[in-house]
């Protein structure tokens, strides 16, 4: 079966500093792969998508950068973290076809506060 | 523009209760609708899904109803459990390969 994998669950990091958070897929090969941002009590926001290796597509302009090293790996980063860059980041994995009716898998979030 | 937007963004429910939550949609060319469950804490968690084709589909103790008429959808969840309790959210396909999703609605089981 499949699984999703993000980490770290939980990270404080202060204002300018980088940021890497990594999202990695296991059990299905190719697949589409989505990072979100959901801030508190609302609903989650796309930032980026990816339908293979190298292939990014940015949804928001926005001080976050993703890439896609590994088939199944999924990097969102930063170079210098801003306040408004807080909040719940969700890795999403759903089957890579040509067929956008797919439901789209979430692994358990990492919740990013800044100082 | 497009939008996926929830009817209430709270439900409160007694324990063995049926639980109703509605969306409405306004891109009446979307195929392809989810509901998800998200408890605290945690990413949203894949509940049903319906093609454009049906009207109706059930999985354990959930229907999802889909009206393209009106662009409504619906989640029922029978005989509503604590356990239920969690923030629900609908989707809906947009283009290549992304879903938009509603702001959600909070449900809330009283024992």
């Known amino acids: 079966s499949q699984t999703i994998h993000q980490w770290p669950a939980t990270l404080v990091q202060p204002v300018g500093s980088p940021l890497s958070l990594e999202c990695t897929v296991e059990g299905t090969s190719n697949p589409n792969l989505y990072w979100y941002r959901q801030a508190a009590g609302r609903g989650l926001q796309l930032l980026f998508y990816s339908v293979g290796i190298g292939q990014i597509s940015s949804e928001v302009p926005q001080n976050l950068s993703a890439s896609r090293p590994q088939d199944r790996q999924f990097i969102l980063s930063s170079k210098k973290l801003l306040l408004s860059d807080s909040g719940f980041y969700l890795c999403a994995w759903s089957v890579g076809t040509a067929n956008s009716n797919q439901p789209q898998h979430f692994g358990d979030g990492t919740r990013l506060s800044i100082l | 523009g497009e939008s996926v937007g929830l009817h209430l963004p709270t439900l409160s429910v007694q324990e063995g209760d049926n639980s109703i939550i509605n969306c409405a949609y306004s891109?009446?060319?979307?195929?392809?609708f989810i509901w998800y469950k998200q408890e605290s804490g945690k990413g949203p968690q894949f509940i049903i899904d319906i093609r454009s084709n049906m009207d109706k589909r059930q999985g354990q103790r959930v229907t999802v109803l889909l009206n393209k008429t009106v662009k409504h959808l619906s989640l029922q969840i029978a005989a509503t459990q604590p356990g239920d309790s969690a923030v629900y959210f609908c989707?809906?396909?947009?283009?290549?390969?992304?879903?938009?999703f509603g702001a959600g609605t909070t449900v809330t089981v009283r024992a």
């Open positions: 989707a809906e396909n947009g283009h290549d390969y992304k879903l938009s």
């Open positions: 891109n009446s060319a979307s195929d392809y």
